[in-house]
């Protein structure tokens, strides 16, 4: 079998750019596999829920993830980057990965409410729509911000609080969450020396 030109340009360049040749996980020693190829730890959904619930519920994990919704990441993004780092962690599998998101952002937005802080669903939520000249244009534009805002809420409306089991959902009412260190703390005014009497 003869190896045409294009094959070895494409090669040459993967290797240029960093990039696996193709099939050499196929080549890696059995003895050596990654932690997501072997049976994950858990395959049951409740008890993977939990798992992920303890994770969020840990004090720091619960600081920094209430910092991040306030500079603006997205309940999506957190819960994807949670339930991703656990499948390379050989957590789970991809399907029960995917069952976890709702859960999850459902926990997150629990956590950021009794916070009260203000969170986004999807990156670029806040982001207002342009001006746009002439009254035909405009008319088009908002026929088409109230369709994105249907959709909005459908998609609102599909997280389901009954999607978390009932106890997971006290768990999350009985988190603590610590004041922030910047929060300004009210203080008592201090009489001067010189007003005391003797």
Not at 90 to 112: C, F, H, Q, R
Not at 136 to 154: A, C, F, P, S, V
Request: glycine fraction near 4%.
């Amino acid at each position: 079998m003869a190896v045409s030109e294009k094959a070895i340009n494409f090669l040459q360049g993967s290797l240029e750019r960093g990039r696996p040749i193709p099939g050499q996980s196929l080549t890696n020693s059995p003895d050596q596999s990654y932690r997501w190829e072997q049976p994950p730890e858990f395959t049951n959904p409740r008890e993977a829920m939990l798992h992920v619930f303890e994770a969020l519920s840990a004090p720091e994990t619960v600081e920094n993830v209430l910092l991040s919704i306030m500079n603006g990441v997205s309940v999506i993004d957190i819960a994807s980057i949670t339930l991703y780092s656990g499948f390379l962690e050989g957590k789970w599998n991809p399907d029960l990965m995917v069952l976890l998101m709702e859960p999850t952002m459902y926990m997150i937005m629990a956590l950021s409410e009794k916070a009260e802080i203000p969170y986004q669903l999807e990156a670029g939520d806040d982001v207002s729509p342009q001006v746009m000249s002439g009254s035909k244009q405009i008319e088009t534009l908002d026929e088409r911000i109230n369709q994105l805002d249907q959709l909005k809420k459908q998609s609102l409306e599909r997280v389901s609080p009954m999607s978390v089991p009932e106890d997971i959902r006290e768990m999350i009412e009985e988190v603590k969450i610590q004041p922030s260190l910047l929060e300004r703390v009210q203080s008592k005014p201090q009489q001067s020396l010189l007003n005391k009497e003797a």
